[in-house]
C-alpha cells in the first residue's frame, strides 16, 4: 500500500513538473510571438513611409519632366 502511495506521489509530481514546463514553453511562445509582431509593425511602418518618399521623389521627378518639355 505505501509502495502504490509513493509511486503515485512521484507520478502526480513529475506530472505537475510537466505541466509548469509546458506552460513557461507557452509564455515564450507567447513572448517570443509578441516581439514578432511588433518588429512587423515597425518594418511596416518603414516600408510605409519608403513607398510614400518614393512616390513622392516619383511624382516630383513627374512634375519636373513636364515642365522641361
Known amino acids: 500500500m505505501l509502495l502504490i502511495v509513493i509511486v503515485w506521489q512521484i507520478a502526480a509530481t513529475w506530472r ?4 509548469a514546463a509546458r506552460e513557461d514553453e507557452y509564455r515564450r511562445l507567447t513572448a517570443k510571438y ?3 509582431l511588433e518588429d512587423n509593425v515597425e518594418l511596416h511602418r518603414r516600408t510605409s513611409e519608403e513607398l510614400t518618399q518614393a512616390r513622392q ?5 513627374e512634375k519636373m519632366m513636364r515642365e522641361i518639355e
Open 34 to 36: 509578441a516581439q514578432l
Open 57 to 61: 521623389a516619383i511624382a516630383s521627378m
Open 16 to 19: 505537475a513538473r510537466m505541466l
